[in-house]
């Protein structure tokens, strides 16, 4: 079973992948280059190609801006099957977006210091790819500074999202109390993720109508951090995002060390991460649901929702082992039922829960990768094991789909594997996870 999945999977990326270097995340669906999508794709890439992965992170890195911004698409062409393309987005209006790539305006978690680890990695540290690492390590620390410059507004550590597309769980109910504070116009626009797939696994009409509202407010400021930090009406510390990046720079730290170069860039990360572990643990995290909570900026408060990025902070050694202890005991009353498969992504105690819609409960194959990187480090094999299992046994049932539902058994006697199919950070954190 395992080299046929392999096998499959394989197939999978190399038919997303493209002339011009890089790897959509599924035909049509989603035809451009995504951040964290293509972090996760290169770690696929890694095990068999090493030469693609190097190439992933390239094309991406060479859409960076000026001041270190990563962007959370890369239009490297024009295609009429997505909305909204880089005629809405229009990066061009911040003086310094790239001049060569045309982008979104957002950004999503930042994956890419733990993929150059992972690369070295996987190659058995391979000095060709020590080099590619020296080539481009600049160009993520760049990145680090420029959240921690930009988008940390209290100067804790911790970074700012404005957008819920720059959080990677779009449409997670967290939003839900952020939507009623803003009253968008009905837009008139021509959806395309419903051509694809059905409309019941996907975002609703209204809720676009708010994802379009936040962007048109940053453009009106050309993107200007600090306009945008004082005028949106999303600002959300979430616990995910800023796990990602307090594990890639753990994993910068590490790498300027084997290079032995970048000693001050070193000291600079380490100080911020200290820092921002200290935040996630007084800020994000909430004893009595026992769980790291996403911080509303606006409202000043936690949301009080738990989800699949609850438990991101343990890839990045955030809780202390008693902390851990209590994550677990969440993890496992809430999301691990004998009826469930692990993990979903969205509370399924909580009324708001949905097992077949995007980030209101599915199952996504990048959070089970980051939950069970976390419960290794913290050494919880068994449910680590038990995560990585169901995620090889989902795909293996159902193929190789962006989201998967929850139940074992879905009284509704549907497909179970929702969203596109052919999902590439699905291939390719299978490849990784039967390594
Ligand atoms: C918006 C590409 C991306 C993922 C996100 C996922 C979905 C986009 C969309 O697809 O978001 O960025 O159009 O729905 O939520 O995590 O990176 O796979």
Excluded at 306 to 313: K, R
Aim: contains cysteine; charged residues 20%; negative net charge.
């Amino acid at each position: 079973m395992k080299e046929s999945l392999v096998k499959q999977a394989i197939e999978v990326l190399e038919n997303n992948h493209q002339d011009g270097g890089f790897t959509i995340p599924a035909q049509g669906l989603y035809p451009f280059q995504w951040k964290w999508d293509s972090g996760f794709i290169a770690i696929g890439y890694a095990h068999y190609d090493m030469g693609k992965a190097m190439q992933e992170l390239a094309s991406l890195l060479n859409a960076q801006w000026g001041n270190g911004f990563i962007p959370h698409i890369v239009f490297h062409y024009d295609s009429d099957t997505y909305f909204p393309g880089p005629d809405f987005h229009r990066s061009q209006l911040h003086p310094l977006a790239s001049k060569k790539l045309r982008s979104t305006g957002l950004v999503q978690p930042p994956v890419l210091g733990f993929v150059l680890e992972k690369l070295y990695e996987v190659s058995n540290r391979n000095p060709t790819v020590l080099g590619f690492i020296d080539d481009q390590i600049d160009k993520v620390y760049e990145n680090h500074v420029y959240f921690y410059e930009n988008r940390d507004i209290n100067n804790e550590g911790l970074v700012y999202i404005y957008h819920n597309w720059e959080s990677g769980t779009d449409n997670s109910p967290m939003w839900d109390d952020i939507w009623p504070t803003m009253n968008p116009p009905e837009y008139e626009f021509e959806r395309k993720d419903t051509t694809h797939v059905d409309p019941s696994q996907r975002p609703t009409k209204r809720e676009y109508d708010h994802y379009l509202y936040i962007i048109e407010i940053a453009k009106q400021y050309n993107y200007d951090d600090a306009k945008i930090a004082q005028h949106s009406p999303f600002l959300v510390l979430d616990p995910l995002f800023n796990a990602m990046l307090l594990r890639s720079n753990e994993a910068l730290i590490k790498l300027y060390g084997l290079l032995k170069r970048g000693e001050g860039k070193a000291q600079y990360l380490k100080e911020k991460h200290a820092l921002g572990v200290q935040g996630m643990n007084t800020k994000l995290y909430h004893e009595s649901s026992g769980a790291y909570l996403h911080f509303d900026l606006r409202s000043n408060t936690l949301l009080p929702y738990i989800s699949s990025s609850s438990f991101a902070p343990l890839y990045a050694g955030v809780p202390s082992g008693e902390r851990a202890q209590q994550l677990i005991q969440t993890l496992k009353e809430k999301f691990g039922g004998e009826d469930k498969y692990l993990c979903a992504s969205f509370d399924p105690t909580h009324e708001k829960f949905n097992p077949k819609k995007y980030w209101r409960g599915p199952v996504w194959i990048n959070m089970n990768w980051i939950i069970y990187q976390g419960l290794k480090r913290y050494g919880f094999e068994d449910l680590a094991t038990r995560v990585k299992n169901e995620s090889i046994e989902l795909v293996a049932k159902h193929s190789f789909y962006e989201y998967f539902d929850c139940r074992k058994v879905n009284p509704d006697g549907d497909s179970n594997a929702y969203g596109g199919n052919n999902f590439s950070w699905t291939a390719s954190l299978l490849i990784d996870f039967l390594n």
